[in-house]
């Protein structure tokens, strides 16, 4: 789709926070022109910590050395990752005292936020699960918030399933992911799928019983048949694995 038209798109209907995977996300964003809040999720490697000032970019806080460190170059925006059952980064329940004791007295890292990622929101067999993960993040993020009461530290928390099947977790905002281009775990007949791909037939050919079509001859003629050449492929993002006989359009 183009992280920069769908950034575009949204900052012109009223978005004004963004979140990016790295910095090259983010920098390529703001030199296209989005003007709010640009949210780094990822690591920034500190020798590309003065890009985060150049850039005007939000990083997320991932674990204590790493909020030690953006705190010694600083000023910068930061958002606190809570792990509550993803188990990829963030900070667990028995780091929170270590972090407000590093933090409380520091003034070159704005806590702008703590966040928290639901591993299994879309699936209802997860549901006790992602219950436990809210309420973990609850527990996690009013201890920061009564630590730091004078910073206005916002909280999010869900994603497009958490979005439409966890509404009691919506907090402060929210970070819709796959639902910006149609998808919709809870199958909501209002949300419809934002693109369309086409292409167009350049060659048709019949073909006899016996012929085949393709690498490896997969497509093996049993009847007499027409065929169709479409000039797209997984060069244009099909799945090679749709081959074979396993797709049609």
Partial sequence: HGALPVAKALQENGVHAFCVACLEEAVALR???IRGEI????????AQFPQLLQYDLTQAILDLDYAKALAA????KGHLALDTGMHRLG???SDIDGVVAALRDQRTL???SVFTHLA??????HNDFTRGQIARYTAMSDRLLEAFP????IRHVCNTAGIERFPEAQFDMVRLGVGLYGISFAHQEQLLPVSTLR???VQIKELQPGETVGYGRWGIIDRPTRTATVPIGYADGLNRRLSCGRWSF
Avoid: A, Q
């Fill in 31 to 33: 030199r296209g022109g």
């Fill in 39 to 46: 949210l780094i999720l990822g690591y920034t490697h500190p």
């Fill in 73 to 76: 170059y600083g000023p910068v």
């Fill in 91 to 93: 900070f667990t329940e």
């Fill in 110 to 112: 704005y806590i702008r």
């Fill in 120 to 125: 299994g929101s879309d699936e209802e067999r």
């Fill in 150 to 153: 004078g910073e206005h530290i």
């Fill in 199 to 201: 292409s167009r037939i």
